[in-house]
């Protein structure tokens, strides 16, 4: 188990999993992260070597405090801390990363703020240190850092989408932050998923604010959306903030725009909402005189190296003081959580987030997808969970570009997709997008189809970290869904870039044919519609016999990190009431479902919020163990479902989904336990009191239910079911299988009954009896595991006597499944009456067949179907 938990949750903001780890993590201190912000400033331009005076060598030889002396090693050359590390993006020399030393300046050969912050931090929080720092010269706040909140009460007008567009480099100054923080492992080394703590924010910028008179003015205000804004980004409010005066030329600086800059940063701290919490730099002091540049260059500090340490000391400080401040009054940055640097999954819980189609189908656009993105920071969704925003059909152009390539729907989208990606991104959500391995998509758009390669690499370019695959058109590939997979599987490995791959293929047995080979997730059933018996439908698929053959027990024993059973998305707030959104929700939580909201954001109502982000039914759905849940009784609309948890307790849904009020029990011997045993309601997040042997929950109406938690946090794992060994649904002895004594894995349509007709008669065709066989109705698919062990199918058809009069059925054999289009048995159309049909055919190395039966409300019957095998 401890291995599942250690490679467990990436890049996420899972709160109460982000608990579990603390506690388990707890020998471990989180990583401090801290950020260096701003402009050429804090880019840094202190020469270490260059001139003669004033650069970074001389300093330290003129040192007469000793202070500065280990900025060198025994050997002289320039030291690197072993406990602060640096993580630098910037449009010089791109990104650097390593151990803090001097270097780290806008090249190579300079030092900006970061190394004295990062000695100052480094020697008072001891653990590991990281700082990142996102820096570009020459920008202002009023244009290039704009920070949303200060264009409009929405945020931007349109997405920036090139560079001299509002608020291109904060969007991808906070996307770069998140890039870093979702891949500690590459940056810390020996991180060991302990997670982190943004401790906090350094902005040091230049003059470009005082260029023009427009940006000048505007630019407290500004300021003041800056600090509010990446505090409300990064998730967390308070977060401590600390600002250096931009100095030119020290006290002698008379310029009015440059004293007004500097007044606007100094009155930061002043403000009634900052204090506390923002600390203000005057850097004057730290001015040095010309005579003392190594550069002749009168702005950037003179590129005197001393200024930059002292700026970056005095910062360092004022930021130990700032948290030494919070820590007084208890204020708490939030831990989070990253997976570790051996993590083998993308998914190792069900991915979580908000997909377009429920809510808007066709009809999104980047406004839209805009505001869905603040909100689910603002509304707390992110922070409960809430990772991937899905744009789903509908994005693209109808025509791909001269070279091939997908585009955005121009009015739609006018910025294009990458665009969508890094807003998305700058939220510190994930990116998902959908496509269809057709040659159209469902809204016949481009698919696809033998544009695999480029698309994925399209994808790729654009930062898309998710991709949700549809089928439509795709049965004229001719490509069965595991050879399709596998086009797109090593399509998306070639870009290089991780990108989890969601299969949407109407439920077609991804479970079956091997779908986690290639995929995370897979869907298991047709489209969820927003009516309660629709969703009740879906769920089956996953959690009952829906998909599968009964024995089987639901699909739970095919799931796991990276092999999520999927019955579709979230039509949660889209129901007709807070009961049936609320069922749906413990139903998904309790079946490990992937999490795809598919409400309107922009219109829900705080219940609804309030289902979505329950923090302990959520838990349930992204318990670390993986367990998915399965059902431990149904009769007369009344279910239960159990679901054993990673801390020793197991997680039981008790439904009513019959139109009688109903009392429901559960028996501990049901789920795993004995004796007596606490219970905690989910919903209520209470307590109920301990219960020996069973729990009643009394009077549940129609669609209401009770998820609960049963048993003692730390208890040994409760045990869950025994899964079905594969010889019970494979082929696996040499002669005869008759596949009715072997379970189907995949199922469509209705379900057959096994060794007699549809209506339990025996089976009789022509004139003879069969104790072997399926009687069907028609729609029936049913796929069956050859296992390359078989050689020849044989079977006798015919459409049973019970069929309407005139009806026509048609029974066909298929390699492995519809996808591939490959038929190798075909009844033509047959009528009630006609005569039976033989048929042996060669199955020989196939892994699997589908029997399939279609018509219109029709019944026949497959008598002896059999494979036989000579290995
Ligand atoms: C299919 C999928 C849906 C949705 C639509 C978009 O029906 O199953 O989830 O993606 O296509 O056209």
């Known amino acids: 188990m401890n291995t599942q938990i250690n490679s467990c949750f990436k890049n996420s903001f899972f709160f109460l999993i982000t608990l579990f780890f603390a506690l388990k993590a707890s020998a471990q201190e989180p990583i401090k992260v801290f950020i260096l912000a701003g402009q050429s400033n804090m880019q840094g331009h202190g020469e270490m070597e260059k001139g003669e005076k004033g650069n970074l060598n001389w300093v330290v030889n003129n040192d007469k405090t000793g202070k500065y002396k280990n900025l060198r090693d025994a050997n002289g050359e320039w030291a690197k801390r072993d406990d602060v590390y640096i993580h630098a993006t910037d449009k010089f020399d791109s990104i650097k990363s390593g151990k803090l030393s001097a270097g780290y300046g806008a090249y190579a050969t300079t030092i900006g703020p970061e190394l004295e912050f990062g000695r100052v931090v480094g020697d008072q929080y001891g653990n590991k240190v990281l700082l990142i720092k996102t820096t570009w010269g020459g920008k202002s706040i009023n244009v290039d850092f704009r920070p949303p909140s200060s264009v409009s009460d929405s945020g931007y007008v349109s997405l920036p989408s090139k560079p001299k567009d509002t608020g291109y480099y904060y969007v991808k100054m906070l996307s770069n932050i998140y890039e870093v923080l979702d ?30 008179k427009e940006a000048n003015k505007a630019y407290e205000e500004n300021l003041v959306h800056l600090i509010k804004d990446v505090r409300s980004d990064l998730g967390t409010p308070t977060l401590p903030f600390v600002i250096a005066t931009t100095g030119m030329k020290g006290w002698e600086d008379k310029d009015p725009r440059a004293l007004s800059i500097m007044n606007a940063q100094l009155a930061m701290a002043n403000y009634p909402e900052f204090k506390d919490n923002v600390s203000v730099v005057d850097t004057r002091d730290f001015y040095k005189e010309r005579a003392d540049s190594p550069a002749n260059q009168f702005y950037h500090w003179n590129r005197n190296a001393e200024s930059y340490l002292l700026i970056g000391e005095s910062l360092g400080k004022a930021m130990v003081d700032l948290k030494a401040k919070q820590t007084a009054s208890n204020v708490i940055q939030p831990i989070r959580n990253v997976a570790r640097y051996d993590s083998d999954f993308l998914t190792p819980t069900p991915p979580v987030g908000w ?80 496509e ?15 544009h695999e390669e480029i698309d994925m690499q399209s994808f790729a370019d654009w930062g898309v970290d998710y991709i949700k695959l549809d089928a439509c058109f795709a049965k004229k590939n001719g490509r069965l869904s595991s050879e399709d997979f596998d086009v797109y599987h090593k399509a998306i490995l070639k870009t290089g870039r991780p990108m989890v791959l969601s299969i949407s293929d109407f439920g077609s047995g991804a479970w079956a044919w091997g779908g986690k080979n290639y995929g995370e997730l897979w869907r298991t059933s047709g489209d969820i519609f927003p009516r309660i018996q629709s969703v009740y439908r879906c769920a089956e ?79 349930i759905n992204q318990d670390p163990r993986t367990h998915q849940g399965y059902r431990v009784y149904e009769k007369d609309s009344i279910e239960i479902y159990n679901k054993p948890l990673s801390d020793g307790t197991t997680a039981v849904l008790m439904l009513n989904k019959g139109e009688k009020i109903a009392d429901i029990t559960v028996l501990w011997e049901q789920i795993g336990l004995a004796g007596k045993q606490p219970v905690r309601d989910l919903w209520l997040e209470k307590d109920l009191g301990e219960f020996n042997e069973s729990f009643t929950a009394k009077k549940l109406g129609k669609h209401e239910h009770l998820l609960i938690k049963v048993g003692t946090i730390g208890s040994p794992l409760v045990a869950g079911p025994t899964p079905i060994t594969e010889d019970k ?8 299988t008759y596949l009715s004594d072997i379970y189907y894995m995949a199922k469509k349509g209705n379900a057959p009954v096994e060794d007699k007709t549809f209506h339990g008669e025996k089976i009789k065709i022509g004139r003879k009896k069969f104790s072997k066989g399926l009687g069907v109705k028609s729609n029936a698919e049913m796929m069956y595991r050859l296992n390359g062990r078989a050689d020849r199918f044989q079977a006798t058809v015919q459409m049973d006597r019970s069929s309407p009069k005139d009806s026509i059925g048609r029974f066909q054999v298929m390699v492995e499944e519809k996808f591939g289009g490959r038929v190798l048995f075909d009844s033509g159309k047959m009528k009630r009456g006609d005569k039976p049909v033989e048929i042996d055919i060669d199955v020989k190395d196939l892994e699997f067949i589908l029997l399939d039966f279609s018509g219109k409300k029709v019944f026949g019957n497959w008598g002896d179907p059999k494979v036989i095998s000579n290995k």
Not at 355 to 361: K, R
């Open 183 to 212: 891949n500690l492992h590459d940056y810390v080394p020996d991180y060991n998923g302990e997670g982190y703590e943004i401790s906090g924010f350094a902005w040091h910028q230049g003059w470009n604010d005082r260029v023009n």
């Open 729 to 736: 649904y494979t082929v696996s002895k040499s002669g005869t």
């Open 541 to 619: 698929t996953s959690g009952g016999n829906g998909a599968i053959h009964p024995a089987f027990n639901g699909l739970w024993q095919f799931a796991g990190p990276d092999s999520w059973n999927d019955p579709d998305m979230l039509q949660v707030g889209n129901l007709k009431s807070i009961t049936e959104d609320k069922v749906h929700f413990s139903l998904w939580s309790i079946l490990a479902a992937p999490i795809m909201a598919g409400n309107d954001l922009r219109e829900m109502s705080d219940e609804v919020k309030n289902i979505i982000t329950a923090k302990e039914v959520l838990a």
């Open 355 to 434: 997909n377009s189609w429920n809510a808007f189908e066709k009809d999104i656009d980047e406004n839209k997808i805009k505001q869905i993105a603040d909100i689910m920071v603002s509304s707390g969704m992110r922070d409960a969970g809430y990772k991937f925003l899905v744009l789903d059909d509908a994005w693209m152009a109808a025509e791909r570009n001269e070279n091939g390539q997908l585009v955005a729907d121009s009015i739609k989208f006018p910025n294009g997709m990458k665009a969508v990606g890094d807003y998305i991104h700058s939220k510190g959500l994930k990116y998902g997008i959908y």
């Open 436 to 450: 269809c391995r057709g040659d159209l998509t469902c809204q016949n758009l481009p698919g696809s189809f033998e």
